[in-house]
């Protein structure tokens, strides 16, 4: 079926008049007449009847008008919006850690939208665990993740953002409030708030006491930083967290960890060879790769 002999009998339905229509189409009367006939044609369906010198609609033209009328005005906003994302516009999915949401993320998001004024693009923003943010950059939920480096995964394609160091927190009334750092066997002897397992901070932090043979006593666990900064905050125990700019402004020591060997990287994550991906999501991913983010 020919798209141009649809577009012409929408336009012959509207001013029910051959030679009109043929003007504002830039067409022949012959050719609008010559399609019409083909488009009855083809369908097996009279589509048009004469009243006097006009032209109007059958029964059964009425209902082809209706339909075909919202067909094309589907396919011509689909043809706009897929002309807008190729020329870079359209939304971004991001996810990201919750520890992230105080960073500098949103505010390259904004110098990212402000750098490209004269398109049309939009952030849907989100949160979750590592484990989720993979899942969802695995679905499509997210074009993008903002997130820790777990299991090498070939599909996933991670460029090393920031880190974030990790420090100790404990109740500004704690035996250790008076110190400006310690080693890791100081801590062991406190009652000790652990992240959950499903937290990639809980095999980060472990690994550490690991590594010089001695654990805390863990009397606590937590999903994650506010939950954990709560409890402490409650005096139930200390806690070792990334160095997030919110322990600044909170009733509690953070002292720094002189022998801790690894603190906490930061990737933004895509997928590799993901065709679904527009554009604008490269642009983006572009953007923040040449950009050294600072927590």
Do not use: W
Not at 48 to 75: C, M, P, Q, Y
Not at 121 to 129: D, E, K, L, V
Not at 191 to 200: E, T
Request: with cysteine.
């Amino acid at each position: 079926m020919n798209l141009f002999h649809l577009k012409y009998f929408i336009k012959l339905a509207e001013l029910e008049h051959y030679t009109k229509a043929s003007k504002e189409l830039n067409i022949t009367q012959p050719s609008l007449s010559n399609a019409i006939s083909s488009l009855e044609d083809e369908i097996l369906v009279k589509l048009f009847e004469k009243k006097g010198r006009n032209v109007v609609l059958t029964k059964s033209g009425k209902i082809f008008f209706k339909i075909i009328k919202s067909a094309l005005d589907n396919i011509d906003e689909a043809v706009n919006y897929v002309q807008k994302i190729s020329s870079g516009n359209g939304v971004i999915n991001i996810g990201f850690l919750q520890t992230l949401i105080t960073t500098n993320i949103i505010e390259f998001c904004k110098k990212f939208k402000d750098s490209n004024k004269n398109k049309d693009i939009r952030f849907n923003f989100h949160n979750n665990f590592t484990d989720k943010l993979l899942l969802g950059l695995k679905s499509g939920d997210y074009d993008v993740i903002f997130t820790s480096k777990t299991d090498k995964d070939d599909s996933i394609q991670y460029i090393p953002i920031t880190t974030q160091d990790l420090v100790l927190i404990v109740p500004d009334n704690h035996e250790l409030a008076n110190r400006d750092n310690v080693l890791l066997k100081d801590i062991t002897s406190f009652d000790f708030i652990s992240f959950n397992k499903k937290n990639c901070l809980h095999n980060l932090i472990m690994n550490n006491f690991k590594r010089i043979d001695k654990y805390p006593k863990v009397l606590y666990t937590a999903d994650d930083e506010p939950l954990v900064i709560g409890l402490v905050g409650q005096h139930l125990g200390i806690a070792i967290i990334p160095n997030i700019p919110i322990l600044d402004d909170l009733n509690i020591k953070k002292i720094e960890i002189k022998d801790i060997e690894q603190n906490r990287f930061f990737y933004m994550a895509y997928l590799k060879n993901n065709g679904n991906n527009i554009p604008v999501v490269y642009d983006f991913i572009n953007y923040i790769s040449d950009h050294k983010l600072k927590i």
